[in-house]
């Protein structure tokens, strides 16, 4: 264990947070505050079918602002994707990003941002090859599911189709200037997406809260995520029009994007960041089945932190070694899990054994693997990889 005070230990945030039921309404006075006047509004079709981005054109709009619409956003964009945002952005002669939807369109954003304010393509900042040495123009993030944190990470996650590997940009100037939390805006949202984004928030949280990176700050806001998502995952997953309940999870969500701070994440990111290279699956889909297979084989790294995790997941451990406490906080996820009816891994993802091998060297050598709490090899994730093909 590490001693306390040993490390220099630094966080940035550039993300002003707003919250609450009905916030978006103050789209268009925010967005004009940052000194912007013709933002792009990037999202997807599926998300200008709801309705929600007229709106938020309407509020931009009654604000005197210019925006022009960008909906070509797709699931695990990539770099093309990201291109053609960039070229919308020139040809409108934009001067500031508004994201409209789940972390594929905050990311793809950010990535916008990058080229317009650096020049070059995004895959030339991959893992920081080519140093950020610019902020983006103002973006301002309006998430639409409790899932992905993206709103207040430093993260951008884009997909390079050639390769295909999912590549991380990140960095203090990536950071959206302004995160507009309506938790309204994910009543909507299915049952089973309620579930995949929920689970990948709370695999933030518990491998921000597990891994090497972790330090008290983060810890504080990774607890707290975990113990609202015990709580009110199921509930928004029963009943998605329960407000308190979606107002919690995207207060979840958010808490668990800031538990980043400026590291990554452990196995669980790096097995779904990898497989989704591969596999074109949902994000979230990934992160939620693979969190509690990866809690059992890391729980041995730092149970003490495991054992937190049950108590925030509302077990009783009173009587409990340290040891059988985390224990309990693996079975409280996998119990989650179950709850929420995560369909069968092979079934849902198409992948088979025989690709196994592959996959668990791709994770191995994903630089999230560095910070996880416990070793782990390509051995260690085959075995992951084994349980998942067999549940
Ligand atoms: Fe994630």
């Avoid at 630094?10 to 912007?36: F, I, N, W």
């Avoid at 993030?141 to 590549?167: M, N, Q, Y």
């Avoid at 994770?363 to 994730?381: E, F, S, V, W």
Wanted: hydrophobic residues 45%; contains cysteine.
């Amino acid at each position: 264990m590490e001693l306390a005070g040993l490390r220099i230990q630094s966080y940035e945030l550039p993300t002003v947070v707003k919250h609450g039921a009905g916030a978006l309404a103050a789209l268009g006075e925010e967005t004009a505050r940052l000194g912007v006047r013709r933002p792009l509004l990037v999202t997807d079709a599926g998300m200008v079918a709801t309705g929600h981005v007229d709106r938020a054109a309407a509020l931009l709009k009654a604000h005197g602002l210019e925006p022009a619409l960008f909906d070509g956003v797709v699931g695990n964009p990539s770099i093309v994707h990201v291109a053609r945002g960039s070229e919308a952005y020139r040809d409108h002669r934009a001067d500031g990003l508004v994201a409209v939807g789940g972390g594929s369109s905050m990311d793809t954003a950010k990535a916008i941002g990058v080229e317009v304010a650096h020049g070059g393509r995004i895959l030339d900042y991959e893992y920081g090859r080519t140093p950020l040495s610019r902020r983006i123009p103002p973006l301002v993030c309006v998430p639409t599911t409790a899932g992905t944190g993206s709103e207040v990470t430093l993260w951008s996650v884009i997909t390079d189709p050639a390769r295909h590997v999912k590549f991380n940009v990140g960095g203090p100037l990536i950071g959206p200037h302004l995160a507009l939390i309506d938790p309204l805006l994910a009543v909507g949202l299915p049952p089973h997406l309620t579930a995949f984004t929920g689970m990948d928030a709370l695999s933030h949280a518990v491998e921000c809260f597990t891994c090497a990176y972790a330090q008290p700050l983060t810890d504080a806001v990774a607890l707290l995520a975990i113990e609202y998502i015990g709580q009110w995952l199921r509930v928004a997953f029963a009943n998605g029009a329960d407000v308190e309940a979606r107002s919690r999870m995207a207060m979840a969500a958010m808490l668990a994007g800031l538990a980043y701070g400026s590291e990554s994440a452990g196995a669980v990111h790096a097995m779904a960041q990898t497989f989704g290279g591969v596999y074109d699956v949902h994000h979230g889909y990934l992160t939620g089945i693979m969190l509690a297979p990866c809690s059992a084989y890391n729980l041995l790294g730092n149970p003490a932190k495991y054992a937190r995790i049950a108590v925030a997941l509302g077990e009783d451990v009173r009587g409990c070694s340290t040891l059988e406490a985390a224990r309990r906080g693996v079975a409280a996820i996998e119990a989650l899990t179950r709850d929420l009816e995560f369909p069968p891994f092979a079934a849902f993802t198409g992948a088979t054994a025989a690709d196994i091998p592959r996959l668990a060297r791709m994770a191995a050598d994903d630089p999230q693997t560095i910070g996880n709490p416990r070793l782990i090899d390509a051995r260690g994730y085959e075995k992951i990889y084994r349980g998942l093909f067999q549940a």
